[in-house]
């Protein structure tokens, strides 16, 4: 595998990590617990591959509208942002350095670039560049989407004592939600122009995660950082 491809294939999630590292304006993580999170994400890919193929053994791929959408809500897409999950909400969750809501955000976004950042190899390393190119625009959007949605319910969770149970579940099944249907409307073959949903949906989710970037960094300069 060449520079080139392996620079391809890291690129797109390294810069939205800088990207939502430079929304933590006001306090930031320190860089160790940053690059920790991040090899978490790595670390996930594997659990979240056996679990994928063990649950996957166990489905017919015929194209089946049912079929499919089991294999991509219940293996693939809980598989995955399960292994995820586990990290930011029984690791980073109970660091002190976790100490404002972004930091859910910030800490979650490391840990789904790092998935994203390694699952992007195996596949570039099989596919080329033009791999490399079709998942800067569709698979790397896809995990930061999921990323923040994770993280901002979790980074709620943990300064909310009221609804902290409500807001981690939906820190793991909105992810899980958007994953699994992301992924439904790519292997569906039913339909073939139901994929166009997939982007549709990825577009407004981004948009959405934009201003949720964009309210939270507000939310922690005017708070100072602190609850």
């Known amino acids: 595998m060449s520079y080139t491809v392996i620079i391809l294939a890291l690129a797109p999630a390294l810069a939205f990590c800088g990207y ?22 790595i670390f996930s890919v594997f659990p979240a591959a056996v679990t994928s193929v063990l649950g996957g053994s166990f489905i017919v791929q015929n194209g089946n509208f049912i079929n499919t959408a089991v294999f991509a809500f219940l293996v693939v897409a809980l598989s995955e942002e399960f292994a995820k999950f586990f990290f930011l909400r029984y690791i980073l969750y109970k660091r002190k350095e976790f100490n404002e809501p972004l930091d859910g955000i910030v800490y979650a976004v490391m840990i789904g670039m790092g998935f994203a950042a390694f699952e992007n190899l195996l596949y570039v390393a099989q596919g080329g560049v033009s791999v490399a190119l079709m998942r800067m625009l569709t ?28 807001l981690i579940r939906k820190g793991l099944l909105f992810p899980m939600l958007l994953h699994g249907a992301y992924d439904f409307f ?33 939310h922690s300069s005017i708070n100072g950082g602190q609850q």
């Not at 590292?21 to 617990?33: G, Q, S, T």
């Not at 959405?208 to 960094?217: A, E, F, M």
């Open 20 to 41: 939502v590292i430079h929304k933590d304006r006001f306090e930031k993580e320190p860089k160790w617990l940053m690059v920790m999170a991040f090899g978490f994400g």
């Open 139 to 166: 698979a790397i959007p896809a995990h930061a989407v999921f990323a923040v949605i994770m993280g901002y319910y979790v980074g709620l969770a943990k300064f909310d004592l009221t609804h902290r149970s409500e």
């Open 186 to 218: 790519l292997l569906q073959i039913s339909i073939p122009g139901l994929s166009v949903l997939a982007f549709i949906g990825l577009w407004f989710a981004g948009k959405h995660i934009v201003y949720i970037l964009k309210q939270s960094s507000e």
